[in-house]
T-cell receptor
């Protein structure tokens, strides 16, 4: 099993450009999440999807959109990138119904917006 | 909503010493408290967790304690080794909110050999 995978690993954008971060998991998990990680601020939830077909805002959703394409895939889109969105983005998945709450993280995408 | 505070922000210990990281949470309805370890340039990985019906949990050199009355929980690492050097994050989750975790800001642990 690959677990949680993310593409790309690195990306540089200019202000105003758009891009989509891709995430996929092969653990048959129902729930998926997008976080951003900034120095000294821990992991902040952007959006999450409790199950296929549902998405909800997290703590810092402004400037982002998401799509739960199917059970495996959950993408994050930046429509008009801003320097404040420079960060490391992590996707995660979990299976609450199995009685566990462990979130498994992807390797991250390091995004720089100039 | 839930707020999680984590202290200290940095911690340096000598190899073989113990390290303790503390977190406080604001919402008494939170019932699940995991700890994640993140090595430089890598993804966060769960190292131990505790549920609100348990006061302490151990796994080899790592232990977590929970005080529900005071709303705080702590990570204890004994006999620290250089490979314990990493950033550690605590988190809290409230029942009925899917699996949304609220993370602390992290503690940089440096183990000096």
């Amino acid at each position: 099993n690959a677990g949680v995978t993310q593409t790309p690993k690195f990306q540089v954008l200019k202000t105003g450009q758009s891009m989509t971060l891709q995430c996929a998991q092969d653990m048959n998990h129902n729930s998926m999440y997008w976080y951003r990680q900034d120095p000294g601020m821990g992991l902040r939830l952007i959006y999450y999807s409790a199950s296929e077909g549902t998405t909800d805002k997290g703590e810092v959703p402004n400037g982002y959109n998401v799509s739960r394409l199917n059970k495996r895939e959950f993408s994050l889109r930046l429509e008009s990138a801003a320097p404040s969105q420079t960060s490391v983005y992590f996707c995660a998945s979990s299976e609450v119904e199995a009685g566990t709450d462990t979130q498994y993280f992807g390797p991250g995408t390091r995004l720089t917006v100039l | 909503g839930e707020n999680v505070e984590q202290h200290p922000s940095t911690l340096s210990v000598q190899e073989g010493d113990s390290a303790v990281i503390k977190c406080t949470y604001s919402d008494s309805a939170s019932n699940y408290f995991p700890w994640y370890k993140q090595e430089l340039g890598k993804r966060p990985q769960l190292i131990i967790d505790i549920r609100s019906n348990v006061g302490e949990k151990k796994d080899q050199r790592i232990a977590v304690t929970l005080n529900k009355t005071a709303k705080h929980f702590s990570l204890h690492i004994t006999e620290t080794q250089p490979e314990d050097s990493a950033v550690y994050f605590c988190a809290a989750k409230k029942a009925g909110y899917g699996n949304k975790l609220v993370f602390g800001a992290g503690t940089i642990l440096r183990v000096k050999s």
